[in-house]
């Protein structure tokens, strides 16, 4: 449960969508019913599994801790449903699920029997509704999803939600990738202050409190009481939170580390080094054009407008200077493979500055316009601001740009609304989760709460399809937002991964593009 | 005496409040917000969401407001918790302040030894030999600490792995780690520290050496080693002692970048986590927490001025 998390996307922030990202999730476009088999464990034991990240979390506390830094805390916690490195579902302290009847909204958990928590306690059905309850009382980033659903204990070891609004998407939502399924002993919620620096969960490893630094280092040892003992690698994990991309591949190439997450600017370095490198899609980087109503700057507005901005974009040029080697070009809010993609899409705006002025003249704007772009310092996206502010200034257009280096400054600034476009990176959703974060107007990434009765319509009827019926929607959802151009997407990213000789099980796919840190096996 | 120990008592409270204070205030007029640190990276927030995140955190009262209520558990010994972990900020700073004060004193050792011979040896030779080592630790102060970290790091951990690149082992749980961890930091803030100390250690000792006393002493006959160490250095010592009560101040603001740069989970590293989160309690305890030490090393050095000059002592 550890990095695999597609959450780790915004390692800039420990705290908010710090650095300007979100995180997403991943999982297989697999629908939604019942187990797989999650693979057997090999028994190997090793030493000491260390592993580094440029932030640290906040909290341990899986309901309200930032969804890209749950790695900290996920390797005390079980999910309900595991999600595979393939990208498939499989048991995890529910052996089995679906849903009920038609219309996505009832959905039934059956659990395993004999589970106990690291405080040797055994877990009840009673214990998982407690939990989701508090899913929804903290108010963490999982609470929205939950919000105004009913939890019921309908068999001994059986749950039930029963959804207020369709959602298709619950055994995503309680896997590993999100936090809603990392079930909190009874003592945790007794006593959810504790739930900051202490784990009380069910997973193989618990937190070993005396050695760990809140902020700095994480020392976990085994679960004695965990289920699955095979499942459990390592007589120690320590994760260590260090302050630069620089400082981890040091750590790496001495030996100190045994695994990372890397970025661009250490890529090449990494790989120079001999250290195993592994990625997968799974952000897109671009620019949001949020004023869509023109609330601030009235051209964007109209859709030629927004439309000529994504012509004026070379993707191709800013994506071999900005993200060479782990990004490709795209114009769409989704990886490819991921969520709603469609190759055809990124040929809807091919770099032509001449159609750009077309479109802006036709607008009403043959001069162009000037606007503010807010950006964070994660990951290029200071860079890309500035790529773009010279590529549109060729079509007239100018862009003041708001640097923010202060994570929560730059997500307050567009949050508020008081910024008409802002840089972000967005980690691939399923449609159902990435409308209330993307595009819905109650959604963050929406500050000015553009409300579309075509996307909406889209958005309602995607949720309750399944199967081919809801990839076809979720196509829809995403054509509907390149062609209003609600977007300029640049880059398709991943997130690199590097590990010495000395581990194996580091590798990503699409399905699954965050390496697991309790998969991660000693190499010999 | 009582007057004096009052006097100070006063003055040092005074220091305290107008520290946590002002932290008070520039950390509230910072860009960016608690709210939106604590509700992290939840893309669905709404402002009721928002409103009562405020509200629970205690940022929606007015700024004395809050301030009086920080300092009303100071004096009944809390300095609050940690917006995000829950935990008490005494516990969390507990953690870190080994680390931070292992740093600074062995830093301060470190540069005392190293820097008071170097400004002796200068002082006392004098020709090339002084203007070399005057030169070596303008240089020394010259270098970027970030820069001279990395290289570091580059040279003697990854390359020769004398050291390890970043970490910190506690004094208790391996003295052999411990020294390892923070010779590479060490060597760091000590560069910064050898104009200040080293140029003020000559300075005085040439003073010293102008003086009648001196030369009475080398008149009759004593060794310029007995002369150089067992008295001028004594009486040169006042004004170097200032300057190592100032460089360990100057340190705890140093040990910010260094602890970033070598991972140590110190004080400055949680300063500067906590100011990027907005938590503002722990921000409040970070700056008590050095305003306490600068309080203390003060004091120190008050002290060590009482036991080096006589004349001192008589006025008190």
């Known amino acids: 449960m550890f990095m695999r998390k597609i959450k780790h996307v915004v390692r800039t922030s420990s705290a908010a969508l710090a650095g300007g990202m979100v995180v997403a999730t991943v999982a297989a476009c697999g629908g939604t019913s019942s187990s797989g088999t999650q693979p057997a464990a090999s028994s190997t034991t090793g030493g000491t599994l260390t592993v580094a990240g440029e932030l640290g979390p906040t909290t341990l506390n899986p309901e309200t801790t930032n969804q890209a830094l749950c790695d900290f805390e996920e390797l005390a916690y079980e999910p309900l449903i595991v999600r595979l490195e393939n990208g498939g579902l499989a048991p995890g302290l529910a052996t089995s699920w679906h849903y009920a009847g038609t219309g996505n909204t009832t959905f039934v958990l059956n659990l395993r029997g004999g589970v106990r928590f690291s405080d040797g306690t055994t877990m009840t059905a009673q214990d998982v509704v407690n939990d989701f309850q508090y899913v929804v009382k903290a108010g963490g980033q999982m609470a929205p999803y939950f919000a105004g659903d009913s939890f019921a204990v309908t068999g001994p070891l059986q749950v039930t939600i029963t959804a207020k609004t369709p959602n298709p998407d619950f055994p995503f939502l309680l896997t590993q990738d999100y936090n809603a399924g990392d079930i909190i002993s009874p003592d945790g919620l007794k006593d959810t202050a504790a739930l900051g620096t202490q784990t009380f969960g069910a997973g193989p490893y618990e937190l070993d409190a005396a050695q760990t630094v809140s902020g700095s280092t994480y020392t976990y040892t085994p679960n004695p009481y965990y289920y699955d003992k095979a499942a459990v690698h390592w007589k120690k994990v320590v994760v260590k939170v260090m302050g630069s991309a620089e400082a981890v591949l040091d750590a790496l190439k001495t030996g100190e580390v045994n695994l990372a997450e890397g970025d661009a600017s250490t890529l090449k370095a990494a790989e120079q080094a001999g250290l195993t490198v592994t990625q997968a899609p799974l952000l897109w980087e671009g620019a949001v054009l949020a004023d869509r109503d023109g609330k601030m700057v009235k051209a964007l507005a109209n859709v030629q407008v927004r439309q000529a901005l994504n012509y004026a974009t070379d993707r191709s040029t800013l994506v071999n200077a900005l993200f060479a080697g782990v990004g490709t070009p795209t114009e769409q809010v989704t990886v490819p493979d991921g969520y709603g993609y469609l190759a055809s899409l990124n040929s809807t705006y091919p770099y032509d500055p001449a159609k750009a002025k077309q479109l802006l003249a036709a607008a009403g704007y043959p001069h162009g316009f000037t606007m503010s772009m807010v950006t964070a310092d994660y990951d290029q996206e200071n860079l890309l601001a500035q790529a773009l502010a010279q590529e549109w200034a060729q079509v007239g257009v100018k862009v003041n740009i708001i640097d923010d280096a202060n994570p929560s400054a730059y997500e307050q600034a567009f949050v508020s609304g008081t910024v008409p476009s802002f840089i972000a990176t967005y980690g691939q959703q399923p449609i159902s989760i990435e409308g209330p974060g993307l595009f819905l107007p109650t959604a963050a990434f929406n500050p000015y709460h553009t409300a579309s009765a075509a996307l909406q319509s889209l958005y309602d009827q995607d949720i309750s399809a399944s199967g081919t019926a809801a990839t076809a929607l979720d196509q829809k959802v995403e054509s509907y937002l390149v062609d209003n151009a609600w977007f300029v997407p640049v880059a398709a990213t991943g997130i690199a991964w590097y590990a010495t000789s000395s581990v194996t099980g580091t590798e990503v796919t699409t399905g699954a593009p965050l390496v697991e840190l309790y998969q991660v096996e000693p190499a010999s | ?316």
């Open chain 2, 1 to 316: 005496m009582v007057r004096i120990a009052i006097r100070w008592l006063v003055s040092s409270a005074a220091l305290l409040f107008a520290v946590t204070a002002l932290t008070f205030v520039l950390a509230s007029l910072a860009p960016g917000s608690a709210v939106r640190a604590v509700l992290g990276a939840n893309t669905s927030v709404t402002p009721q969401q928002c409103a009562q995140v405020k509200h629970q955190l205690g940022l929606d009262e007015p700024l004395p407001l809050q301030y009086w209520h920080w300092l009303y558990n100071l004096l009944h010994g809390s300095l609050g918790t940690d917006l995000f972990s829950g935990q008490p900020v005494t516990a969390a700073l507990g953690t870190r302040i080994d680390a931070s004060l292992s740093l600074i004193v062995a830093t301060i050792v470190v540069s005392g030894l190293a820097d008071v011979t170097v400004g002796t040896v200068s002082a006392v030779r004098g020709g090339v030999t002084g203007r070399i080592l005057d030169t070596l630790t303008v240089f020394g102060f010259a270098l970027p600490s970030f820069w001279l970290a990395l290289i570091l790091i580059e040279v003697l951990a990854v390359r020769v792995r004398l050291f390890p690149t970043t970490g910190y082992v506690a004094l208790d749980s391996d003295p052999g780690q411990w020294l390892r961890g923070i010779v590479l930091p060490v060597l760091t803030l000590s560069a910064g520290t050898t104009a200040a100390i080293a140029r003020q250690t000559r300075d005085s000792m040439l003073q010293v050496f102008g003086r009648d006393f001196i030369t009475a002493l080398r008149s009759r006959g004593l060794p310029l080693r007995v002369i150089v160490w067992k008295h001028a250095l004594r009486n040169a010592a006042i004004p170097v002692v200032t300057t190592l009560g100032v460089v360990f101040i100057g340190l705890l603001g140093g040990t910010v970048l260094v602890e970033q740069v070598f991972a140590i989970p110190g004080l400055g590293e949680a300063a500067v986590t906590a100011t990027t989160n907005h938590d503002l309690a722990m921000i409040e305890g970070i700056a008590f927490y050095f305003a306490i030490l600068v309080v203390v090393v003060n004091l120190l050095v008050d002290i060590s001025y009482a036991v080096l000059n006589p004349k001192v002592r008589v006025a008190v």
